[in-house]
């Protein structure tokens, strides 16, 4: 009986696999300024084909509803005191803020560096970065902007007025910039030309 026992359980140990040892593939820290927040978002696949299809289906969406493999959104504000003289009321020197939040995707790759996808996946998640790094430069194009014209105004009659007038050129400069945004996106076909294309 015993040895009926043994050979009982060998088949079942012999057909055990050890599954392939995985890792988060994100880029490091260093590679992106304190002042922007990343977001990530798990894919699963073990083909471009499985991971493609992730990606599709589990990408961020933009204001329109789109989906993309990656999304950068910026957010500008503003503050200003306000100088009365004879002449009127102008905005005093202006304070800006720029917040960035950048969402990537997140593949648990085999561990093995020299596995071709995972070499593929390293170089596409690297030229997203690129790609994603113009759009946050884009927020900050915009807050710069922001600071430079409002001095600039003209004197209104009332603080009220000037307050208007300031917020109402601050507003103009920041869809100046989103359209730069999608003309960046429309140059680079949302950042193929710069090798962010998988597979």
């Not at 499985?50 to 503003?78: I, K, N, S």
């Amino acid at each position: 009986m015993r040895l009926l026992a043994l050979l009982l359980l060998f088949p079942a140990t012999a057909c055990v696999t050890v599954p392939k040892a995985r890792v988060a593939m994100l880029l490091p820290p260093s590679v992106w300024p304190r002042d922007t927040a990343i977001h990530w978002y798990d894919i699963e696949g073990d083909t471009e084909a499985e991971l493609r299809a992730q990606l599709d289906a589990r990408g961020p969406e933009d204001t329109l509803g789109q989906r993309h493999d990656a999304y950068t959104a910026w957010h500008v504000t503003w503050r200003f005191p306000f100088s009365q003289s004879d002449e009127g009321c102008t905005t005093g020197p202006v304070t800006t803020d720029v917040h960035i939040n950048v969402t990537l995707p997140r593949w648990r790759a085999p561990v093995d560096e020299s596995d071709p996808l995972v070499k593929r996946w390293r170089r596409y998640l690297d030229a997203l970065k690129e790609h994603e790094s113009g759009h946050r430069e884009t927020g900050f194009r915009a807050a710069t902007d922001i600071s430079d014209t409002l001095p600039g105004l003209p004197p209104k009659p009332t603080c009220e007025e000037a307050e208007e007038a300031a917020n109402a050129a601050a507003r103009e400069v920041l869809e100046r910039h989103r359209t730069r945004d999608t003309d960046y996106d429309a140059q680079t076909r949302h950042g193929e030309t710069q090798g962010a294309l998988f597979p």
